[in-house]
C-alpha cells in the first residue's frame, strides 16, 4: 500500500488511513512493524506509531538502524513474522542506503514474496517501486528504489509542485519509467502487481497515472484516477499507551527546561 504522505497524529485523515492499512490484514491482533530509517529514527514518530496501532489492537514493535549498537536484532526474523511492515518518510537516498548496507532490501524482498503486507508513506511509500523522486539531496531527483513494483512513484504531488516538475520532466525524458503520483492522504493498494483501488482520506487528495506523451515527445500525459473516499474513523479511542508515556515525558523535559531536551537515546 502506497501513500503519499501522512503521520501518526490522531488527526481524521490519518487515523482513516490506518484503518485501512489494518482492515488489509486478516489477524485479529496484527503484528505491524514500523521501519523509521528514512527520517533517522525518531523516538517521538515512534512512540505515535506504537499508540496508533495500539488504538487499533495491533502488536507494534519497530526496529532502530540507528540504534543497533544498544537494541541489537536479527533483521530478517523479526520482519519476516510480521503481518505488516509499515515504513516511514524522510530521505528515501538515505533510506536506500542504509537498507542496502544491512541487506534489509532483500529480506523486504522476501516479506513481499510471502504475503507480508508492505506499506508507507512518503519515502516510505517510493521505496517499493523501481524509482521515486527524493529530496534527500536537495533539489528532487530520481532516486532507484527496491523494485517490487515496475513502474516509478511521486509523493506530495500536489503538496511539492517543484517534486511533481521533476518527476513530470524524468518520466518525459524517459530517464525513469511511467507511474503512480500521490497527493498527501492518498493511497493505492497494489496486488500482484496491479492497482486494485486508489483511496483517499480527504475530499482534495488525488492520484494520477502519469506516463510519457507520444503526441509530444518529451512531455507527459496524466491521468486523474478514480478514489475511493475512506469513512471517517471511529472517534472514541482513547491514545494508546504508548502515546501517552511519550506525552509524560515531553512534558517533564519541558518541566526541566531547555537544558536537558533531545537528550534521548
Not at 531527483?141 to 511521486?154: D, F, M, P, R, T
Amino acid at each position: 500500500m502506497a501513500i503519499g504522505g501522512a503521520e501518526f497524529q490522531m488527526r481524521p485523515e490519518n487515523e482513516a488511513l490506518h484503518d485501512y492499512i489494518v482492515s488489509l490484514v486478516d489477524s485479529p491482533t496484527p503484528r505491524v512493524c514500523l521501519m523509521p530509517t528514512a527520517s533517522g529514527d525518531p523516538q517521538d514518530q515512534i512512540s505515535a506509531f506504537h499508540g496508533a496501532m495500539e488504538r487499533r489492537g495491533c502488536i507494534p514493535s519497530s526496529i532502530s538502524l540507528f540504534r543497533l549498537g544498544d537494541r541489537p536484532i536479527d533483521f530478517a526474523e523479526h520482519l519476516l513474522e510480521q503481518d505488516a511492515i509499515y515504513v516511514t518518510g524522510g530521505s528515501m537516498v538515505n533510506l536506500m542506503a542504509l537498507w542496502r548496507e544491512h541487506g534489509i532490501d532483500n529480506v523486504m524482498r522476501e516479506a513481499h514474496e510471502g504475503g507480508i503486507l508492505l506499506c508507507g508513506y512518503s519515502a516510505g511509500s517510493m521505496c517499493w517501486f523501481e524509482a521515486g523522486v527524493s529530496r534527500g539531496g536537495g533539489a528532487p531527483a530520481a532516486v532507484s528504489g527496491i523494485g517490487l513494483l515496475a513502474g516509478s512513484h511521486c509523493v506530495h504531488y500536489s503538496q511539492d509542485p517543484a517534486r511533481r516538475e521533476a518527476y513530470r520532466r524524468s518520466v518525459g525524458a524517459a530517464e525513469i519509467p511511467p507511474g503512480l503520483a500521490l497527493d498527501d492522504h492518498a493511497a493505492a493498494l497494489i496486488r500482484d502487481g496491479e492497482l486494485v483501488e486508489a483511496v483517499r482520506a480527504t475530499e482534495a487528495a488525488g492520484a494520477f497515472r502519469v506516463e510519457p506523451s507520444a503526441e509530444a515527445p518529451g512531455n507527459v500525459n496524466e491521468t486523474t484516477l478514480e478514489t475511493r473516499l475512506l469513512p471517517a474513523s471511529a472517534p472514541d479511542r482513547e491514545p494508546g499507551l504508548a502515546e501517552m508515556r511519550e506525552l509524560r515525558r515531553i512534558q517533564s523535559e519541558r518541566r526541566m527546561g531547555p537544558g536537558r531536551l533531545g537528550r534521548r537515546s
